[in-house]
């Protein structure tokens, strides 16, 4: 993976939610989204760390892992809009974009719930004798979620290659790590019996690199790691907190969260024409997935239960 490439995946995560926030203010996108605006440095690390047929599972806040997966952004914003093009029909949304094709086994809007997921996934494969490996992402807040700490026990105790991704941005919605989690987030990790480290999750190499370690240990059966990325998100924790302007962050924090940006960060490892021509190869893609999203039909009202449930039917 070379250096425009990994630039490539955190300019488009951040161009493409800055866009769909954008839309979500035009009325497009109905409901509003979690925008992962900082934290584009852990989906584009980790995911460049991972084989086409390795599959991840998502948050509430999921745009970017989707997309640093492979995602077509054009699909991914016509998800967002509702719109029959979507990647899921338009049925799923922000919350619940999936693309099993590329291994996104889903976003999901449970906090704490995909760890258990990808858990199964990836024992599920070890069991068919394929080497797949699942990543799950996941923040801080979930780091108190019973469903989590299960799946870490299962994980480790089967030796499940998955690879644990904590992005600690600092809060669960309004409220600081420090006053939700007791002890420290790797050391709970490590009392499970598995490898944690602390990783600087705004600079995409670094992420890379941890990860990469991590997917190859998995790969050859030795088991789970944890991955403590630590973050700042930049933006609100849901678009509606535009409008309520909860005044939980200091300016100063703010300030000093986003110095360290991710596109910044990567972005001073090109050539200042490359990177132009990165930037301009990314906006021509995202006017034409405007485009396709905003020329896309919506379902049919009388279609909308439709995909929506398994069939009743038992397999027998
Ligand atoms: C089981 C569950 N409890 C509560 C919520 C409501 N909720 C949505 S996002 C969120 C905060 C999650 O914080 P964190 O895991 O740190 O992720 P971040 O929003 O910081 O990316 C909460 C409490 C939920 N969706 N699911
Ligand atoms: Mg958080």
């Given at each position: 993976m070379t250096a425009d490439q990994l630039y490539r995946t955190v300019r488009l995560i951040r161009r493409f939610e800055e866009r769909a926030i954008g839309f979500v203010r035009s009325g497009e996108i109905v409901g509003g989204i979690h925008p992962y605006v900082g934290q584009e440095a852990i989906a584009a690390g980790v995911c460049a760390?991972?084989?086409?047929?390795?599959?991840?599972t998502s948050t509430h806040r999921g745009h970017g892992h989707v997309l640093a997966k492979g995602a077509d952004?054009?699909?991914?914003?016509?998800e967002l809009m509702g719109r029959e093009s979507g990647l899921n029909k338009g049925r799923g949304g922000s919350m619940h974009a999936a693309d099993f094709g590329l291994g996104v086994l889903g976003a999901n809007a449970i906090v704490g719930a995909a760890g258990s997921i990808a858990t199964g996934a990836a024992w599920a494969y070890r069991r068919q004798g394929r080497d797949v490996v699942a990543a799950s992402f996941f923040g801080d807040g979930a780091m108190n979620e019973g469903m989590l700490l299960e799946a870490f026990n299962l994980a480790a105790l089967w030796q499940v290659p998955v690879?644990?991704?904590c992005e600690n941005n600092g809060y669960a919605t309004t409220m600081p790590v420090q006053s939700a989690v007791a002890g420290s987030i790797t050391g709970r990790a490590r009392a499970f019996g598995m490898p944690a480290f602390t990783v600087d999750g705004q600079d995409p190499e670094k992420v890379l690199a941890a990860t990469s370690a991590a997917v190859?240990?998995?790969r050859s059966g030795r088991g789970p790691t944890f991955l403590e990325c630590t973050t700042y998100r930049f933006d609100a924790h849901h678009t509606f907190e535009h409008r309520t302007r909860l005044n939980y962050r200091s300016t100063e924090e703010l300030s000093t969260?986003?110095?360290r940006d991710p596109v910044e960060i990567q972005g001073a490892r090109l050539a200042a024409e490359l990177r132009a021509a990165v930037d301009a190869e990314i906006e021509a893609?995202?006017?034409?997935?405007?485009?396709?999203a905003l020329g896309s039909a919506h379902p049919d009202?009388?279609?909308?239960?439709?995909f929506l449930y398994a069939s009743p039917e038992v397999q027998r």
């Amino acid at each position: 993976m070379t250096a425009d490439q990994l630039y490539r995946t955190v300019r488009l995560i951040r161009r493409f939610e800055e866009r769909a926030i954008g839309f979500v203010r035009s009325g497009e996108i109905v409901g509003g989204i979690h925008p992962y605006v900082g934290q584009e440095a852990i989906a584009a690390g980790v995911c460049a760390a991972l084989r086409p047929d390795d599959v991840i599972t998502s948050t509430h806040r999921g745009h970017g892992h989707v997309l640093a997966k492979g995602a077509d952004p054009a699909r991914m914003l016509a998800e967002l809009m509702g719109r029959e093009s979507g990647l899921n029909k338009g049925r799923g949304g922000s919350m619940h974009a999936a693309d099993f094709g590329l291994g996104v086994l889903g976003a999901n809007a449970i906090v704490g719930a995909a760890g258990s997921i990808a858990t199964g996934a990836a024992w599920a494969y070890r069991r068919q004798g394929r080497d797949v490996v699942a990543a799950s992402f996941f923040g801080d807040g979930a780091m108190n979620e019973g469903m989590l700490l299960e799946a870490f026990n299962l994980a480790a105790l089967w030796q499940v290659p998955v690879v644990f991704v904590c992005e600690n941005n600092g809060y669960a919605t309004t409220m600081p790590v420090q006053s939700a989690v007791a002890g420290s987030i790797t050391g709970r990790a490590r009392a499970f019996g598995m490898p944690a480290f602390t990783v600087d999750g705004q600079d995409p190499e670094k992420v890379l690199a941890a990860t990469s370690a991590a997917v190859a240990r998995a790969r050859s059966g030795r088991g789970p790691t944890f991955l403590e990325c630590t973050t700042y998100r930049f933006d609100a924790h849901h678009t509606f907190e535009h409008r309520t302007r909860l005044n939980y962050r200091s300016t100063e924090e703010l300030s000093t969260g986003r110095s360290r940006d991710p596109v910044e960060i990567q972005g001073a490892r090109l050539a200042a024409e490359l990177r132009a021509a990165v930037d301009a190869e990314i906006e021509a893609l995202l006017d034409a997935a405007a485009g396709f999203a905003l020329g896309s039909a919506h379902p049919d009202p009388a279609a909308a239960l439709e995909f929506l449930y398994a069939s009743p039917e038992v397999q027998r």
